[in-house]
Structures are given as C-alpha cells and as structure tokens.
C-alpha cells in the first residue's frame, strides 16, 4: 500500500482502553478507529488550546491499567516508606 505509512506508537493504557472500547462500540479494527478518531480530530476546526474530553475509565478499566503500573511508577521512594509505615499502623491495630 503506497498511501499507507506504516508505523509503531506506544499509548499511556487508559487511552489504549478508551480507543478499545470506542473500537468495539463503533464495529472497526483498533486500528480503524484510531485513524478515524485522528482524522476527526485533525480535521475538526476548534480551539486547539481546549483539552480533549476524554470520557472517565470505569472501575474495570482503570483495575486494568493499575494492574500494569508498578507502585515504584507511582511513588517516590520517601512516599513508598510513608505508605508502608501507615499499613504497618493499620495492620497493627487490627490485632
């Protein structure tokens, strides 16, 4: 295909989520749907400095990507302490 670039993107997952789920809710390919959102997207006049609107993950979705995040991803290790001293209080009065 000569009018085709080929290409590889790496995507944050809850957009990877979002783009399956409008994929599935559309009937097109993955790859379908992202062209055809990019395509809206660069051809729809606007203001370019306004946020997309990006619909919420539900709870299973954003299960999902926690599931693929690292706490090490998501905390300093000064605060990976600080969670680990608040647990270790919990767990402790628990007893």
Known sequence: MDDTFRSQFRLPWPVYLQLKAAAAASGR???AE???QLSNALS???DEAAPAKVAP???EQLSL???HIGLRNL????????VAKRLQALLASDK
């Open 34 to 36: 992202l062209v055809a």
């Open 65 to 67: 990507v926690l599931g």
């Open 44 to 46: 729809t006049p606007g």
């Open 75 to 82: 905390l300093t290790p000064k605060e990976m302490d600080t």
């Open 57 to 59: 993950l539900t709870t």
């Open 29 to 31: 390919s993955l790859n």
